[in-house]
T-cell receptor, first 115, second 115 residues
Framework: AQTVTQSQPEMSVQEAETVTLSCTYD???????LFWYKQPPSRQMILVIR??????QNATENRFSVNFQKAAKSFSLKISDSQLGDAAMYFC????????????FGQGTRLTINP | DAGVIQSPRHEVTEMGQEVTLRCKPI?????LFWYRQTMMRGLELLIY????????DSGMPEDRFSAKMPNASFSTLKIQPSEPRDSAVYFC?????????????FGEGSWLTVV
């Protein structure tokens, strides 16, 4: 079974600075997707960014980018120019291309933005 | 477009009572997921439907939990009888099937407290 590990329970960053959240995963599959979801205090899960395992190019969405290292099974999220609205729980998730294709989540990282 | 709609948003019930959580997926989506979020266990998949058929219910904790999807636009998650350890946020999510890259959209969650 696939597992996702986020080793940083909490992170903090100064507003306008850059922060990187770590994620590692374990799988024997070669084709899969990886996601970062944001959960603000409202509790809704919001997709931030996704990465297909077959694509070597790292995904980017405005201030959010990933560093995908397939061989190392690492998928970190970089947030540039941090804003107060970025404060949230961030979850890394894995989705297989086979079977039920369910999302497997990491434990989450709570990100605090200091003004 | 309307997102995934869940009801109730909050429910407080007494131990032993029946609880029914409801979900309306995004129109056109044919995959539906029920997730549970707790501090201890994080986000865990309870059950997954594809085209109204339960595909993977291995995450349903015990016989007290049941889920149905009578049609493409409605699903329920029922707990009978409820216990304090069932207190959690229950998320419904939906996506198009056919590929792991399709985004899974989450509802705002149903916050259940069993006293």
């Amino acid at each position: 079974a696939q597992t996702v590990t986020q080793s940083q329970p909490e992170m903090s960053v100064q507003e306008a600075e850059t922060v990187t959240l770590s994620c590692t995963y374990d799988t024997s599959e070669s084709d899969y997707y990886l996601f970062w979801y944001k959960q603000p205090p409202s509790r809704q899960m919001i997709l931030v960014i996704r990465q297909e395992a077959y694509k070597q190019q790292n995904a980017t969405e405005n201030r959010f980018s990933v560093n995908f290292q397939k061989a190392a099974k690492s998928f970190s999220l970089k947030i540039s120019d941090s804003q107060l609205g970025d404060a949230a729980m961030y979850f890394c998730a894995y989705r297989s291309s086979q079977g039920a294709q369910k999302l497997v989540f990491g434990q989450g990282t709570r990100l605090t933005i200091n003004p | 477009d309307a997102g995934v709609i869940q009801s109730p948003r909050h429910e407080v019930t007494e131990m032993g009572q029946e609880v029914t959580l409801r979900c309306k997926p995004i129109s056109g989506h044919n995959s539906l997921f029920w997730y549970r979020q707790t501090m201890m266990r994080g986000l865990e998949l309870l059950i997954y439907f594809n085209n109204n058929v339960p595909i993977d219910d291995s995450g349903m904790p015990e016989d007290r939990f049941s889920a149905k999807m009578p049609n493409a636009s409605f699903s329920t998650l029922k707990i009978q009888p409820s216990e304090p350890r069932d207190s959690a946020v229950y998320f419904c999510a939906s996506s198009l099937s056919g590929g792991p890259g399709n985004t899974i959209y989450f509802g705002e969650g149903s916050w259940l407290t069993v006293v």
